[in-house]
């Protein structure tokens, strides 16, 4: 079974609305932690915003922030006022503790994001 | 904010011939990983390096493949007898420890196997 799994292939949306990016994850360990992570098409792999398993607050950074539901096991990105910088590939990762000297991510596939003016 | 240094940026080679790509992690970090992306798909694990040895790998990293640190600064990923399939994009990351320190990616070396 996919450990992540994002949806939306592509998703276009218009300058300076939000838009949501779905990621479900699958996982049995109570210690996780949630990213996501940009990919201009210049290549290199960017963070964004992390959410770990138990925090209370959904975590904000800047106009990302990530809709944590833990009881459904998603935690989709959502951005605010996009711009055209946005566009770009957006991939959502987990880390699990029982990695124990892993800690590696697991990533889903990517959803590619493309901002219209 | 420190980086995570990958050298070359491109590397073109002949099916059969073997490769280094080199990566410079953070200084402070304890774990190091490889990942590759074939072109327009998923980022995907290879192999993680905790502890001066490989803690996992995936079934992609077969023989063919091995791991070094040899120095305490450099960490190296090594193909012997590269393939057409081998052509992708190699990530190298390093962590601190802990489920919640993310990973620092270099910027990647984007491979070619002719």
């Known amino acids: 079974a996919q450990k992540i799994t994002q949806t939306q292939p592509g998703m276009f949306v218009q300058e300076k609305e939000a838009v949501t990016l779905d990621c479900t994850y699958d996982?049995?360990?109570?210690?996780?932690?949630l990213f996501w992570y940009k990919q201009p098409s210049s290549g290199e792999m960017i963070f964004l915003i992390y959410?770990?398993?138990?925090?209370?607050q959904n975590a904000t950074e800047g106009r990302y922030s990530l809709n944590f539901q833990k009881a459904r096991k998603s935690a989709n990105l959502v951005i605010s006022a996009s711009q055209l910088g946005d566009s770009a590939m957006y991939f959502c990762?987990?880390?699990?503790?029982?990695?124990?000297?892993?800690?590696?991510?697991?990533f889903g596939k990517g959803t590619l994001l493309t901002v219209n003016p | 904010e420190p980086e995570v240094t990958q050298t070359p940026s491109h590397q073109v080679t002949q099916m059969g011939q073997e490769v280094i790509l080199r990566c410079v992690p953070i200084s402070n970090h304890l774990y190091f990983y490889w990942y590759r992306q074939i072109l327009g798909q998923k980022v995907e694990f290879l192999v993680s390096?905790?502890?001066?040895?490989?803690?996992?790998k995936s079934e992609i990293f077969d023989d063919q493949f091995s791991v070094e640190r040899p120095d305490g600064s450099n960490f190296t990923l090594k193909i012997r007898s590269t393939k057409l399939e081998d052509s992708a994009m190699y990530f190298c990351?390093?962590?601190?420890?802990?489920?919640?320190?993310?990973?620092?990616f270099g910027s990647g070396t984007q491979l070619s196997v002719l």
């Open positions: 959410q770990g398993s138990y925090d209370q």
């Open positions: 990762a987990m880390r699990e503790a029982s990695g124990g000297s892993n800690y590696k991510l697991t």
């Open positions: 390096f905790y502890n001066n040895e490989i803690s996992e």
């Open positions: 996982t049995s360990d109570p210690s996780y932690g």
């Open positions: 990351a390093s962590s601190r420890g802990g489920v919640g320190e993310k990973l620092f």
